[in-house]
């Protein structure tokens, strides 16, 4: 991104770690987002310094982000506070959230989480071959993959007729 750097100061840091963990809160092997440094290594890294150009998805900067955290009362309950948000201002809750789900599932703690949970075959993004190295490659000779008894044919779209399977309905 851009070569200056911007931070938080530690309550603004402090708020949107509370903010990231109510949005996404932990459960079962899935770790909460304040301690898996999306912030440092996600969210930080690609929000524009204020006034630079173009502003990337989500289209938020780092001034955007911290006009949100002033939104969000770091000592009220969170949840109330994020509703709010979403209700009076529903494009700046938009970027956070996609800055939060894009943040999180990035980071190789979540996909660990993903993969023990729910599918171990899952690898993360990119996915340019998708699950290619979980699925048994072609075999010919499996009966399950190359049935020998033909099943099921082809017709062809022009040759598809209406079959009557029970009373057509009077009119």
């Known amino acids: 991104?851009?070569?200056?750097?911007?931070?938080?100061?530690d309550e603004e840091r402090?708020?949107?770690?509370?903010?990231?963990?109510?949005?996404?809160?932990?459960?079962?092997?899935?770790?909460?987002?304040?301690?898996?440094?999306?912030?440092?290594?996600?969210?930080?890294?690609?929000?524009?310094?204020?006034?630079?150009?173009?502003?990337?998805?989500?289209?938020?900067?780092?001034e955007d982000l911290k006009a949100i955290l002033l939104r969000l009362d770091g000592d009220g309950a969170m949840t109330a506070a994020l509703e709010q948000l979403e209700t009076e201002f529903p494009v700046a809750f938009k970027g956070l959230w996609a800055l939060a789900v894009y943040g999180y599932y990035s980071r190789p703690e979540a996909i660990e989480a993903i993969q023990k949970d729910h599918a171990p075959a899952y690898h993360g993004a990119p996915l340019p071959l998708g699950y290619e190295h979980a699925i048994e490659p072609w075999n010919p000779d499996d009966s399950l993959q190359n049935p020998r008894q033909p099943r099921g044919s082809y017709i062809p779209t022009d040759a598809v007729q209406r079959i009557a399977t029970h009373e057509e309905p009077r009119t």
């Open 14 to 62: 402090r708020t949107l770690e509370m903010a990231l963990d109510a949005l996404l809160p932990a459960s079962g092997s899935f770790p909460a987002p304040s301690s898996i440094r999306v912030i440092d290594d996600f969210i930080i890294p690609r929000l524009a310094p204020a006034g630079s150009l173009p502003v990337p998805y989500p289209g938020l900067t780092a």
């Open 1 to 9: 991104m851009d070569a200056k750097r911007w931070t938080l100061n």
